[in-house]
């Protein structure tokens, strides 16, 4: 197959090739050629990266030799040249030696050689490891800095709240330098607040808070495709914005923390559910718990709170036979027997009219978890 280069090179950014909200799906059946290249294959990885990061030192010199008005062009010159040509070895070299002389400049501090490898080594989308007082958080910076010149949002993922918020407000001005915004993406806001830090060209946040995003985004998109979701917009459909503009490009900072010790833990959404009939439910079953005394119609062991004997479980039987013709139908199963024993059981004799005379919510809580 004949592919145009400017085709293989295409970056996964929001736009018309890739949709408003890249994603590649697990069923993906992209053609070979976008995935890999065959000098990916070929090349070695750590002589791959050196040959980057020398250039990119090159470029880093030549950059310091240029006056204000020079630099602003070549700034836009490699911006350009990355959304056309992509993260070629060559385009990266030069973006990425750019973005060191920048963090010169701006935070007073030159990366190191081993800063800028681990930088290319990331752009190779490989992991690179550094010993502690490497500097990977500059490292990272770096990477993140030519990913977002060539028109991708980039997520930095740290491993908690705070990191996100000391790198995204150390490293802001040296983005800013570049053209770029960054931001660390708050946690506990409104949506819009979220939406508008995803906005942001480079955004610092924890791999958890990524996720439930994205979760919520698979639940507002459902499972149609872009074309479908393009569709439903034009014919006036108003579905709410996405909070992310898709999954695109991501550092991770503390790559084993995140992908071994953090791969293990459920993520769940859920959200409040009207249930007007089990909350009818719950309150006839206080309601009739209540004409129900203890030796007279059941026993309670005091050591479990939870074992009735058998005469006085007939008895209950009996007391609920009587009652049950004027409530809901849910009342003719057994399972309501069961349930009348269970809030007397929760609330206690006095507890439960008490807590319901008072209107406190501590009584309520343990009927509701013992009926469910």
């Known amino acids: 197959m004949n592919v145009p280069m400017d085709i293989v090179k295409v970056l996964p950014r929001p736009g018309p090739v890739w949709g408003t909200y890249p994603l590649r799906a697990a069923d993906d059946t992209a053609p070979l050629w976008r995935r890999l290249r065959l000098t990916t294959l070929l090349r070695r990885p750590l002589g791959h990266a050196r040959s980057i990061a020398r250039a990119a030192a090159g470029a880093a010199a030549a950059w310091h030799r240029l006056d204000d008005a020079a630099r602003a062009g070549a700034l836009l010159a490699v911006r350009v040249r990355l959304r056309r040509e992509g993260l070629t070895p060559a385009a990266a070299a030069h973006a990425l030696g750019i973005a060191a002389a920048k963090a010169t400049e701006v935070l007073g501090q030159t990366p190191r050689e081993t800063q800028i490898l681990a930088a290319a080594v990331l752009l190779d989308q490989r992991m690179a490891e550094m010993a502690t007082g490497e500097g990977k958080t500059l490292a990272l910076a770096l990477a993140a800095a030519v990913g977002a010149m060539a028109g991708m949002p980039v997520h930095v993922v740290t491993a908690n709240e705070y990191l996100a918020r000391r790198d995204a407000a ?64 034009l014919a006036g459909a108003s579905n709410p914005p996405p909070l992310m503009r898709g999954l695109c490009m991501a550092l991770l900072d503390e ?118």
């Open 170 to 233: 150390w490293l802001a001005p040296f983005f800013a330098a570049l053209g770029l915004r960054a931001a660390a993406l708050p946690v506990g806001r409104e949506d819009i607040e979220r939406r508008a830090v995803y906005e942001h060209d480079v955004v610092y946040a924890t791999a958890r808070e990524l996720a439930f995003d994205y979760l919520r985004d698979r639940l507002a998109f459902g499972p149609r495709s872009e074309a479908e979701r393009t569709a439903a917009a």
């Open 255 to 372: 790559a084993d923390s995140i992908l071994l010790d953090e791969a293990d833990v459920p993520l769940i959404l859920s959200r409040n559910v009207p249930q007007a009939a089990r909350r009818a439910f719950l309150w006839q079953a206080l309601a009739v718990a209540r004409q129900l005394e203890p030796g007279r119609d059941f026993k309670i062991d005091a050591s479990e709170r939870s074992t009735v004997s058998a005469d006085a479980r007939i008895a209950s039987i009996q007391v609920v036979a009587r009652l049950f013709g004027r409530l809901g139908r849910i009342w003719v199963k057994q399972v309501a027997e069961k349930a009348l024993l269970r809030v007397r059981l929760s609330a206690g004799p006095f507890a439960a009219e008490h807590d319901v005379r008072r209107g406190d919510s501590g009584g309520w809580v343990r009927i509701r978890n013992e009926c469910h």
